[in-house]
C-alpha cells in the first residue's frame, strides 16, 4: 500500500468486507483507530488503520471470537495477532500462486 490515506471503500475491499460492517467496525473499536475526516465529511484510513482491520477480521470471522473478545485481543496482544494475520496472508498468496502453477500445468 503506497497511499497515504484510504477511502472507506478501499479498506471494505481490502478486508473482504462491506462498507458498513467497516463502519461498524471503526465505530466499535474507535480506540485502535486514528480515521480522520476529509473536508467533505469521508472517513480516511491509514494503512495502520486497514491492518487494525484485517485483525479484527480474523479474529471475528476466523476465530470466531465475540466483539468483546476482539477489544481485550486487540489491546492485550496485538502484535500476536498481527502476526497470525500476516501469516494466513502468506498462506493465502502461496495457495494463489499454487492454484496458477496448477491451471497452467
Avoid at 51 to 73: P, S
Avoid at 81 to 89: F, Y
Amino acid at each position: 500500500m503506497d497511499k497515504l490515506y484510504f477511502s472507506i471503500g478501499e479498506a471494505a475491499q481490502a478486508i473482504g468486507e462491506s462498507t458498513s460492517l467497516v463502519r461498524y467496525w471503526t465505530n466499535e473499536f474507535d480506540r485502535h483507530f486514528k480515521v480522520g475526516r476529509s473536508s467533505r465529511g469521508d472517513r480516511k484510513y491509514t494503512a495502520a488503520d486497514i491492518e487494525t482491520l484485517k485483525q479484527i477480521h480474523y479474529l471475528v470471522n476466523v476465530k470466531g471470537m465475540t466483539l468483546e473478545g476482539v477489544d481485550k485481543a486487540l489491546k492485550d496482544s496485538k502484535r500476536a495477532v498481527d502476526k497470525d494475520v500476516k501469516v494466513l496472508e502468506s498462506l493465502k498468496k502461496i495457495r494463489e500462486q499454487l492454484t496458477e502453477v496448477k491451471k497452467a500445468l
